[in-house]
């Protein structure tokens, strides 16, 4: 059978700090901002007050007012952002399977936040929430199951960032300085072999009419052209995250056509 979120979670809203530190101080705790519990590095440091809501590695976080608003996270230790609540569960239920649960219905707190200005996480939709009650011990075997499969994905993602970052050294070695070359000349770009010319973009492409070309103006692409389906339409919300999978704007087959020509 489900409960109500609100008959075995209570919360406390973190207090904003009077100053906060670039560098860790004698008497200061890491300030946890969303980018800290992401990425765990502190992003800033706050001194020691009885204001301030503290938080232990393993305490579950809510993201309460912003537009991360419903997002839950792992909390660290440190003094809680203003922008997000600690969830105090109650001994019947396993931190880890709450968590999870959350993690699960982010896109239902996010889709029901309240204000028309900065988002906030409705108080009453969070405590109304149906959650799952199944045994405190087959509570603790789920949240287990699934950080196990957490921390794995951790490990591969640490593999790849590894595995990247030997690309990256790579590339910059070999486009710059090639493959058995010994003589080597300093240009606007670097230092690159002898044997190297430095040439304008101009010069290495096609000389047809289309051979340097821009995507779609803001003009070319106006909201009554998108589409539920058809071909993906790629912009700047990509490439600054450098993550292709966001965004669900779609042109269909005509369109396409007159902008490939």
Request: proline share 5%.
């Amino acid at each position: 059978h489900s409960i109500p979120l609100g008959k075995v979670c209570t919360y406390q809203k973190g207090k904003a700090p009077k100053f906060v530190s670039e560098i860790p101080l004698a008497g200061f705790r890491p300030y946890l901002s969303t980018d800290y519990l992401r990425s765990n590095k502190p992003t800033g440091y706050a001194k020691s007050s009885k204001e301030l809501v503290e938080t232990n590695d393993g305490d579950l976080v809510l993201v309460w007012d912003g537009s991360n608003a419903g997002e839950a996270l792992i909390g660290k230790d440190g003094y809680l952002a203003s922008t997000m609540v600690k969830l105090l569960p109650s001994n019947d239920f396993a931190p880890r399977f709450l968590y999870y649960f959350l993690k699960d219905r982010e896109w239902f707190l996010k889709a029901k936040t309240q204000g028309t200005g900065i988002p906030h996480v409705d108080p009453y939709v969070f405590e109304k929430l149906e959650v799952p009650n199944p045994s405190r011990q087959e509570q603790h075997k789920i949240g287990t199951i699934l950080s196990t499969v957490d921390d794995n994905i951790h490990k591969t993602q640490q593999v790849i960032d590894k595995t990247d970052e030997l690309k990256r050294g790579l590339m910059q070695q070999l486009l710059m300085r090639g493959i058995g070359h010994t003589k080597f000349k300093q240009t606007e770009i670097g230092e690159i072999p002898e044997e190297w010319e430095i040439s304008g973009i101009e010069k290495l492409v096609s000389k047809s009419k289309n051979a340097i070309k821009t995507g779609p103006f803001g003009s070319s692409l106006k909201k009554e052209f998108f589409v539920k389906r058809g071909y993906r339409v790629y912009g700047q919300e990509q490439v600054i995250p450098d993550d292709f999978s966001v965004g669900n704007y779609y042109i269909d087959e005509k369109k396409f056509q007159e902008l490939a020509k």
